[in-house]
């Protein structure tokens, strides 16, 4: 009589050969010929799984286990789960995935507390694309981890499945919980740290991750609290998920830790931003903010073009990003951007003759065209292609953009797993859209061969791969629109302008060709507004008040305007001022109390309020203020559009760069004068007159209620023509110099 063991290597041997009738043959000779054991029972059931007969496998295995006594029970329940999992990892190495998922599930329902299987079960659902974090919580691993006393754990298996898990679901808060509980099983070590600053660094594609960046860089810290990488990161981290105090402290530790000139850069760029972001530090802000500057020109001055290393894009993303918020002074901050931005495009072009043999950015390329096509292919380029200000103002070109002239190529520089907004008004539109997670030379190699005509940046410094991008040149027209003002990028042809939002002089002091819309830069048909959920009788506020409001983010509360917003509201009896926007808010209120107690004005004529929970309900609730106060010498932008679509007065004051003429050029795209003010008194003037007369701003409301039907601003496809008009003589210009 052949043994138990000959019987079981049989019975493995037909079911790899799915010969599925003699092995259950084979089973019902086991279970005759060995009374004792239930191995029969325990592959007659998995002969049912892999036929699909599930409901019968966990018959046979539940009859099975019912005859036996409490010791039995446990000792038949464990041979069961190591059948299961011998088959489950025969499937897996032979690459029959699904079964094995399948297989291993059925253990998972009989020993739910196997680490070891849970860590299979999600490998496999991220290897066939099933994982969510729903699945994740419903197997209970974080919790079996967590545990007093759990069980042996092949910490090898432990790690791949982490690592995993942070290169395909890192966007999920579940996967962070599991990262924590792993910690303990894992040993230290350099490469365990690299993995989770990694992390936090590709997190920082995602919208609104910051709190879960946070969570792994708090565990970096755990490993390697004085490694500057995990310092940088956590930083940048606290920042995002407004924890102000503590990344302004991290971002001072870093500083310390810099050795060069350029980690120097970065990490006072780190300071400025975390100060920046409570809105009141405006001293100490300046200064770092005249340190920066005295370090870029170090940088110029050593002259160190290193084509053996590509330099990091954040070195004038980063550091130059500021510039704006803090004065108006354009030919000074541009020209500093162009000699910092010039700099890197050189650097960059010795590293791609040095290093890089299979690509070559225009002029240097030939043009790759095919000359059968006579439509113009156009590229848009962002990695805020969502409900994001760039994401609501750019969708109305792709809304409204000429099929029989143009093909629109859309690239996401953002993770894939994009929302429906994205889809909706960008994937669905474009002729073709390509979402990317990887190397800037990479995204450049695919449009290139895209074929795309004019390549259109969304993003310009607020973004360091579509920067990065921009600087390889894979079009031959490269265009700037939308974003932070102008990059000074060489490989930038044109920036898209109109004859308001930039002086006439502008052009002495931009690298890139200025090319003026005729009328407007921006313009959209309108935007989505929610019921409105705050009410006057809420705040405590008279109905027959004045209200002013101001939502802008911290960056923007020079403090210079501040005071101007308080001498207005000193002026104008029963007014209150509302106060909106991200920000150090506790910061925010002592800022403003401060500034008001100087003229005079009592804490109870301020209001704080918090975000709304989407931008619809934003927009419905600035109904509740009579007028708007803009802020300078950086204007809002999204929010006075915003601001003039639903009809409220604005007060703004224009200046000479790009930031400080946003308002005003908005403004007289709707068709309103009243309110814009060319200098601080005048901005004064204008918020106590229409504070002060109910019907002004009754008139000013009807206009722009009445803008909606005739205004440039509120008309997206005329806005579209002209920009396809553009692109078309920008063309024309570059194939009759070829």
Not at 177 to 206: F, G, Q
Not at 259 to 265: E, F, P, V
Not at 638 to 665: C, D, H, K
Request: hydrophobic share 40%; proline share 5%; with cysteine.
């Amino acid at each position: 009589m052949p043994s138990l063991s000959d019987l079981e290597l049989q019975l493995i041997h037909l079911l790899a050969q799915s010969e599925y009738e003699q092995a259950a043959s084979v089973c019902e000779y086991l279970a005759e010929t060995h009374p004792d054991s239930r191995m029969g029972y325990w592959y007659l059931g998995l002969i049912h799984v892999l036929q699909g007969q599930e409901a019968d496998a966990q018959m046979t295995w539940l009859m099975a286990i019912a005859e036996g006594t409490p010791d039995e029970t446990e000792t038949w329940t464990q041979e069961l789960v190591q059948v299961l999992q011998a088959e489950a990892s025969r499937r897996e190495a032979g690459n029959d995935l699904q079964i094995a998922w399948v297989i291993r599930q059925h253990s998972q329902e009989i020993a739910p507390a196997d680490v070891n299987n849970l860590l299979h079960l999600i490998d496999l659902s991220l290897t066939l694309n099933t994982f969510t974090a729903e699945y994740l919580t419903t197997l209970g691993i974080t919790d079996q981890l967590q545990a007093d006393s759990p069980q042996d754990i092949d910490s090898a298996l432990l790690l791949q499945v982490l690592e995993h898990l942070l290169q395909d679901a890192v966007q999920y808060p579940p996967v962070a919980d599991l990262a924590e509980a792993c910690l303990p099983y894992l040993e230290k070590s350099d490469a365990l740290v690299d993995l989770l600053v990694a992390t936090m660094i590709k997190l920082r594609e995602y919208p609104r991750v910051g709190r879960l960046a946070y969570q792994y860089g708090r565990l970096a810290m755990q490993l390697d609290g004085d490694r500057p990488d995990v310092l940088y990161q956590l930083c940048c981290a606290c920042q995002d998920s407004h924890r102000y105090s503590e990344g302004i402290e991290l971002a001072r530790r870093y500083y310390d830790t810099c050795q060069t000139l350029t980690q120097k850069i970065l990490g006072n760029a780190l300071i400025l931003r975390g100060l920046m972001n409570t809105g009141t530090q405006w001293a100490e802000a300046s200064a770092v903010l005249q340190r920066q500057t005295e370090l870029l020109q170090a940088l110029l001055a050593e002259q160190d073009i290193n084509g053996d290393r590509l330099a990091d894009i954040s070195l004038i993303c980063a550091p130059l990003f500021f510039y704006p918020y803090f004065n108006d002074t354009p030919r000074e901050n541009r020209l500093l951007q162009n000699q910092v931005v010039q700099w890197y495009q050189a650097g960059l072009d010795a590293y791609l003759k040095q290093h890089v043999t299979d690509y070559q950015p225009y002029p240097a390329a030939p043009l790759t065209r095919s000359p059968d096509r006579k439509v113009l292919r156009i590229g848009y380029l962002s990695q805020f292609l969502y409900r994001h200000s760039i994401g609501w103002l750019s969708r109305w070109l792709l809304q409204h953009f000429d099929r029989d002239r143009f093909e629109v190529y859309v690239y996401f520089v953002q993770p894939q797993h994009m929302d429906a907004f994205s889809r909706q008004w960008f994937a669905d539109k474009a002729t073709r859209a390509c979402a990317f997670e990887g190397d800037p030379l990479g995204i450049a190699k695919s449009i290139r061969e895209d074929e795309i005509d004019i390549l259109v940046d969304l993003d310009s410094l607020t973004s360091l791969p579509t920067c990065n991008v921009m600087a390889l040149k894979p079009a031959p027209i490269q265009v700037t629109w939308l974003g932070l003002d102008a990059s000074g990028l060489p490989t930038i042809d044109y920036f898209l302008a109109d004859p308001y939002v930039l002086p006439d002089d502008a052009q002495d002091y931009y690298a890139e060709r200025i090319w003026r819309l005729p009328q407007t830069y921006v313009a959209v048909d309108g935007f989505e507004v929610d019921v409105p959920t705050l009410r006057r009788d809420q705040l405590d506020i008279p109905a027959d008040a004045v209200v002013y409001l101001s939502a802008q983010f911290a960056y923007k509360r020079h403090p210079d305007t501040v005071r101007l917003q308080m001498q207005i509201l000193s002026q104008v009896p029963d007014s209150y001022f509302l106060v909106k926007g991200l920000g150090d808010e506790q910061s925010m209120r002592e800022l403003f109390a401060q500034e008001a107690a100087a003229f005079g004005i009592s804490r109870d004529r301020l209001r704080f309020l918090p975000r709304d929970r989407n931008e619809e309900s934003h927009r419905a609730n600035l109904a509740i203020a009579d007028i708007v106060l803009d802020t300078f010498p950086y204007n809002g932008a999204t929010t006075t559009l915003e601001t003039l679509w639903m009809g409220i007065p604005l007060v703004t004051r224009v200046g000479q760069q790009f930031a400080a003429r946003n308002s005003y050029t908005m403004m007289v795209n709707a068709g309103i004068t009243e309110g814009i003010a060319w200098s601080d008194e005048e901005y004064v003037e204008w918020g106590i007159r229409l504070g002060k007369d109910a019907k002004l701003r009754q008139q000013v409301a009807q206009k722009l209620w009445q803008s909606r039907q005739t205004a440039p601003l509120w008309n997206g496809k005329q806005f579209t023509r002209e920009v396809e008009h553009a692109y078309e003589q920008m063309w024309a210009t570059f194939m009759a110099a070829r």
